[in-house]
Each structure stands twice: as C-alpha cells, then as structure tokens.
C-alpha cells in the first residue's frame, strides 16, 4: 500500500511518524520547497511542485498511490483543490488533515478578515507598529502601508514586494509565551497580524497579545473543498487510512 502525504506541517510529519512505524507501509511525504532547510519526515520525501492538477494526478497514477492525505498548511489553498480534483480523477481516497483553528477567548480583541488585503486595509485603524506573522508570502499586500512600521516574523528572509519600513525576524516556532511577551515589549508592538493557522506552536503570540491588551487582525482560513472528509489530529488520519484500505492490523493498533 502506497500513501501520499501532502506535508509541510508537524502534523504531516507526525502522520509519516506513525505510518512508518512498523506498519510495511510505503510511505511518501511530498513538500512544496518553499522552506530553505525543511525538517524532512520518515518514510520517503519528494520536493517541489506537480505542475498543477495533470502533474499530481499522473504522480498518483504512475506511483500507485492508494490514499491520498492533504496534510499541508490550513492556508496552501490551491494545493488542496488541485489534490481534491486530482484524487476525484484517479479516484483515489482523499482526506484533509487539519489542525483546529483558534477560538478567541475573554480579553482577546479579535478583528477577523477574509485576507491579507483585507487585513492591510483595517490596520491603519488599529495601530502603527505591526508585528507581522503572517510569514514572507504574501507581504505585497502590505506593501503600500508606507506610515506603519512592521516586524515581519518568518522561517527565511522575505522578498520584494513588501513594506517599506519593515524589520525581519527569522525564526522558527514553536514559540514560547516569554518570547513573545519580549518580542511585543522590545519592538514596542501596538497591532498583531496573524493568519488563523491553529495549533499550539504559535498560540502564545495570541495569549501575550491578550495579556498586553493589544488589538489581533486575524485571517480566516480558505475552506476545504466540498466534499472532502476532514479529520483533526494524526491519529484520526490512520483510522481513516486504515478503513479505506484494509490496512494491516499493526496500523490499527496506531489509533
């Protein structure tokens, strides 16, 4: 049995943690190669583009692949329905894995947004120095903020277009609450941007936010496509895996 997992989230690689373990799985995490040096999951990897739905649905065909997981970031839209088409194609099983996204909570001073455009058209309302976590993709949208001064949070170093008066801060999650108590007091933060990308790596941006009373644009996440079955957690994905194909009963026991 062959598995593909769409990756680039600990959630992928957690999902090819446990396929691997033992089960005689063929296990293959495909990532974008987006991230300079990702951390590579078990089993075995391919990096890069498919060149669109024909590509990835010829990859299915051409290595038998039996399920397909879309374990990618709550926010690689076009991934997703390129997946969703290619699976219905080649009609192989498909199944989105995400992570549950944030819930604001008393204190929290939330103002949700369906983009990044729409994020840069109410920050000039909410403030002047703006942490930016939203990661280097995407930072064209900010790019005629020309007042505000931003803190751009990312893996590796973004790319024009982006703001004119901006600072980089590289780094990788997961990230601490005293960090980000630090980071908003040293850069003296006023507005937090965030898409909302669930999980526990990042929360404590939200949590530091919330404490220091500051206002948090947040972006809603793209739905998944119509029709695809959606599990939250790794280990929902393997019951899935195991129910679609007969897998053996040491992946069962994974669950």
Request: hydrophobic share 45%; glycine share 10%.
């Amino acid at each position: 049995m062959h598995v593909l997992i769409l990756g680039g989230t600990m959630e992928a690689r957690r999902l090819a943690e446990l396929l691997t373990a033992g089960t005689g799985l063929r296990v293959t995490t495909s990532l974008a190669g987006r991230v300079a040096a990702p951390r590579l999951p078990p089993g075995e990897v391919r990096v890069g583009g498919f060149g669109g739905v024909e590509g990835l649905a010829g990859w299915l065909r051409e290595h038998e692949v039996d399920a397909l997981i879309d374990a990618t970031h709550p926010f690689a839209g076009r991934i997703s329905f390129n997946a969703a088409k290619a699976a219905a194609a080649t009609h192989v099983a498909l199944l989105a894995l995400r992570r549950p996204g944030w819930v604001p909570v008393a204190g929290d001073d939330w103002h949700e947004v369906r983009s990044l455009e729409g994020a840069a058209e109410v920050l000039p309302t909410l403030g002047r120095r703006v942490f930016l976590t939203t990661g280097r993709m995407g930072l064209a949208a900010f790019a005629a903020l020309e007042d505000l001064w931003f803190l751009v949070r990312s893996v590796d170093a973004p790319e024009p277009p982006h703001p004119p008066r901006m600072e980089v801060l590289l780094d990788r999650g997961p990230f601490t609450l005293d960090g980000e108590r630090e980071v908003l007091s040293r850069h003296r933060i006023d507005v937090v941007v965030t898409k909302d990308s669930g999980g526990a790596a990042t929360v404590p941006k939200l949590t530091a936010a919330r404490e220091a009373g500051l206002p948090v644009v947040v972006v809603r996440r793209p739905p998944v496509p119509e029709g695809v079955p959606v599990v939250t957690g790794p280990e929902q994905a393997v019951g899935w895996i195991a129910e679609q194909t007969g897998l053996p009963d040491a992946c069962r026991n994974l669950t």
